[in-house]
């Protein structure tokens, strides 16, 4: 079995529908009707094991709004939201030479971003020459 960081990222979220998931709840808390509805698609039974996946890999929190019958909210915990910047960056990998999709642009001048490496100590960009180097612990 192979142990490295990517290989246990996959194991919490690796699967489509997980992710899409994800990136629904980045709005905020949502209702399992509304889930349906925001994740194109989904069966609703891989939408219950998806929900109970994230909440045992502590990445939501199912909160509930009614008794009976028993029903749910759903939001991300703050594990959960890390994940925003993974999924922007999956998304504008897989827009690249799609078209009709656009870049994530900055909203103050329109420009199309650019993700970067950035050291805190040295506080400055690490080019990927340099971040190549580096090893996961």
Do not use: K
């Not at 994530?104 to 990927?128: I, S």
């Amino acid at each position: 079995m192979n142990d490295s960081p990517l290989a246990r990222a996959l194991e919490r979220v690796g699967d489509r529908w997980t992710l899409l998931v994800v990136d629904a709840l980045l709005g905020g808390p949502r209702r399992f009707n509304e889930l349906v509805g925001d994740v194109g698609g989904i069966a609703p039974n891989i939408l219950t094991q998806r929900l109970r996946h994230l909440e045992r890999e502590a990445l939501l929190l199912a909160r509930p709004y009614s008794e009976r019958p028993r029903r749910f909210q759903y939001e991300l915990t703050e594990s959960g939201r890390e994940l925003a910047g993974a999924l922007r960056l999956l998304a504008d990998w897989g827009s690249r030479g799609s078209s009709g999709s656009e870049p994530l642009t900055h909203g103050v001048c329109g420009t199309p971003l650019e993700a970067r490496w950035f050291c805190p100590t040295c506080r400055e960009a690490v080019d990927e020459a340099e971040a190549a180097d580096a090893e996961f612990v």
